[in-house]
């Protein structure tokens, strides 16, 4: 099991490094040379600009069973179907239950905006949700998913 992390624009890169060198586990990051930054206790993939570059690479790494954490719902419905556990900023997990409707709503919003419209952006992070994310990637590592992600629906946090 590793955690790679699609880390460009990720307020949660020094949580998810600390709980893998915690648990002993290999930490990748992924960015661009637009977002380059470098972690002590993680290894760096650094890619270029190129559309996509990060999400595709990130791809082609992932093994079943590994934790992806990232909040493009694109990318985590591709790392969901090569069996890994996808988990966004906020400790929701991403299952095949949710991924459907989180991508129609992605698309939805790009229809929008694309007409002309505006959407609401993110609101301003809280300490609540750094917790809420530490507390959920803590027990996806605890629950040794290694090789299972069909019950990945049922791990949320209480």
């Avoid at 300490?127 to 530490?134: G, H, L, S, Y």
């Avoid at 998913?145 to 949320?156: E, F, G, K, L, P």
């Amino acid at each position: 099991m590793r955690i790679l992390i699609d880390a460009d624009a990720c307020p949660v890169v020094d949580i998810a490094i600390e709980l893998a060198r915690a648990f002993q586990l290999e930490c990748i990051l992924l960015c661009d040379t637009a977002h380059y930054f470098n972690r002590e206790g993680a290894r760096t993939v650094v890619l270029g600009q190129g559309a996509d570059s990060v999400d595709f690479a990130l791809v082609n790494m992932v093994q079943n069973g590994d934790i992806v954490i990232t909040q493009d719902y694109g990318l985590a419905a591709m790392c969901l179907a090569r069996k890994s556990v996808v988990l966004n900023q906020n400790g929701m997990v991403y299952h095949e239950g949710n991924i459907d409707s989180l991508l129609a709503s992605r698309h939805m919003g790009q229809k929008i905006r694309r007409s002309g419209g505006r959407t609401k952006g993110p609101a301003k992070r809280t300490k609540e949700q750094d917790e809420m994310f530490a507390k959920q990637l803590r027990k996806l590592i605890l629950s040794g998913i290694n090789n299972s992600v069909d019950n990945a629906a049922d791990m949320t946090v209480q």
